[in-house]
């Protein structure tokens, strides 16, 4: 299973690098004692797509590969705030059950304001409903709040809070439920 997953996060990956020209993006990487995630994102020149691929790896609970998409604002004048709507794509496993996947839409909102002096504060929300969830799997959500400061120009370290949970037909299952600690480097 571990071996068709990544495959599928490898595929993933190099689509994501034949889109041509990519304006800049971001790594995101987020921990717990028992878990890590982590996330590529990037805007495609010249349009209003941001495209993501990522994971996330359990040492009980399983593990999972996924990819995104979002329309944002090109043009922000806002650069304090930055938000997309969308969707991802999701593909994981969890013990005893069979390898699930799920749409999930939703979006994020970053606010990172010059007068909170590097301080600020994230919110990502995907919900897939039975019509987007396959397999046995029922619903599925993946939930992430966090605060952050900025340590440099381009990076920013954070501590927040992650939810991944998993209603099956005859369980609900909490992959994941956690504080989390981390870090976004831009480029």
């Known amino acids: 299973m571990l071996k068709s997953m990544t ?3 490898l595929a993933a990956l190099a689509l994501g690098w034949s889109v041509p020209a990519l304006a800049g993006g971001s790594v ?24 993501t691929v990522g994971g996330w790896y359990h040492l009980e609970n399983g593990q999972m590969g996924h990819v995104g998409f979002h329309a944002i604002d090109p043009n922000n004048t806002r650069p304090e705030l930055v938000a997309g709507l969308g969707g991802k794509g999701f593909l994981f496993k969890t013990p005893g059950f069979d390898t699930s996947a799920a749409v999930g839409l939703g979006g994020f909102v970053r606010y990172q304001p010059d007068n909170f002096q590097g301080f600020g ?3 990502a929300a995907y919900y897939s409903p039975p019509v987007l969830a396959f397999s046995s799997l029922e619903q599925f959500y993946d939930l992430q709040a966090r605060l952050s400061y900025e340590v440099l120009p381009q990076g920013r370290v954070f501590v927040g809070y992650s939810h991944l949970q998993a209603d099956y037909d005859d369980a609900d299952v909490e992959l994941d439920s956690s504080f989390t600690i981390g870090f976004r480097v831009r480029y």
């Not at 996330?39 to 349009?47: F, I, K, L, P, Q």
Request: aromatic share 4%; hydrophobic share 45%; charged share 25%.
């Open 7 to 9: 495959r599928v996060a």
């Open 28 to 51: 995101d990487i987020a921990l717990t004692n028992e878990s890590i995630r982590g996330e590529h994102g990037a805007v495609r020149a010249g349009t209003a797509a941001y495209l």
């Open 121 to 123: 504060g994230e919110l």
